[in-house]
């Protein structure tokens, strides 16, 4: 059985009024389906329905936890209820029960849940999207998710299994060094050592393993020490 997610971006600029300080803006940035946050640089746009048969969920957490937009030029923090979308990776708010989705731009970090989002250019894509940051100063670790939908066996029914689809959310790692772009990290152990050729002793003696995430982590750390 095919998804029937569906989600109905407005194509105008949103008729509602969103405000800070009690102002509001429209911006001309070619994208009508955003809307400026005054004084935040900000963008948000409404999704007016989102439906689906499918299991699973596009969430790492479906329902809204309380969160923390922080404008790092500025300092400036905006507080909403907020969920992060794993298909879409945005940053999902809820505003007098209506759902919005914040625009993901350079200079903004959200906290979420004991994490922080940060919007990135996907280095395949080139799209701005939020994803989890790991570890960033210098050398940076992101945790990038992507939602796979994986589909009901045919004949599933007569087998007697679930006969929907399923969404699956993905992990994948991207690291970022000092003045370098950002590249998806290597599945292969050798690959991974080969980029941290300087760092061996110190691997060797943490006697860390590359290929999990919380010892990769505990190399970014390191990184930045140095």
């Known amino acids: 059985m095919l998804s029937k997610t569906q989600i109905f971006i407005a194509g105008t600029l949103l008729s509602a009024t969103l405000t800070v300080n009690g102002q509001t803006n429209n911006t001309d940035s070619g994208d009508a ?3 400026l946050l005054a004084q935040s640089d900000l963008f948000v746009f ?15 957490d479906e329902s809204f936890s309380p969160g923390v937009i922080v404008i790092k030029n500025t300092g400036q923090k ?13 940053i999902e708010i809820d505003r007098e029960n209506r759902v919005e989705a914040i625009k993901p731009l350079g200079g903004s970090e959200v906290l979420l849940n004991n994490k922080t989002f940060v919007a990135v250019k996907h280095p395949i894509t080139n ?6 940051k790991l570890v960033g100063v210098k050398a940076k670790l992101y945790d990038f998710f992507e939602v ?6 045919a004949d599933a029914t007569l087998l007697g299994i679930e006969d929907k689809d399923e969404y699956v959310i993905k992990e994948q ?9 950002i590249k998806e990290l ?27 995430k919380e010892d990769l982590i505990v190399l970014f750390q390191y990184l930045n020490t140095i």
């Open 33 to 35: 389906n955003y809307q």
């Open 46 to 60: 409404r999704i007016v329905s989102q439906e689906t048969e499918a299991l699973g969920s596009t969430y790492l």
């Open 78 to 90: 905006i507080s909403f209820p907020m969920r992060y979308n794993a298909l879409s990776n945005e």
């Open 127 to 132: 799209k701005f999207i939020y994803v989890e």
């Open 148 to 153: 796979k939908l994986n589909k009901a066996v």
């Open 173 to 181: 790692l991207f690291y970022q060094l000092p003045d370098d772009t």
């Open 186 to 212: 290597p599945n292969k152990k050798k690959d991974l050592l080969n980029i941290f050729k300087k760092e061996q002793e110190f691997i060797s003696n943490k006697k860390l393993n590359l290929k999990k």
